[in-house]
């Protein structure tokens, strides 16, 4: 049975859970956040009570791996994901969700190459997040 508390978050938000200990993934939520986010988006780390408690509703594998989108009771994983997230931000980046004709196969397998090398790629990098931004995460 889902407790009152989530149902109204899965009704209320689209949520994307994240890997809250990867500086790729802190990097692409500082991303989005620079890019005007829809009021709808809000992001979850996977380490987080919320973030365990949504991937157990909906038996999704705790796989620190893949970003995981939650919208409409749907949960998208890697590349479905970051393209669904591009609905949600202006950005120069937006013509990228087009890559969505591409075999769901083929674009799993660059976000694999990216997500197994994230570590390498971007170090942690502390920023602090502006009470507006803050608005975006539950915890």
Known sequence: MLDKKYKE?????TLVIYDGMCGFCDTSIQFILENKPSNKLRFVA???EIGQQLLHTFQIEANLDSIVLIENRRYYKKAK??????NYVNSPLNYLKYFRFIPTGILNL???IIAKNRYKLMAQKCRIVSEKERAFFLQ
Do not use: G, N, R, V
């Open 9 to 13: 978050i899965i009704d209320t938000y």
């Open 46 to 48: 996977f380490q987080s």
């Open 81 to 86: 994901a970051f393209l669904k997230i591009l």
């Open 110 to 112: 660059i976000y694999d």
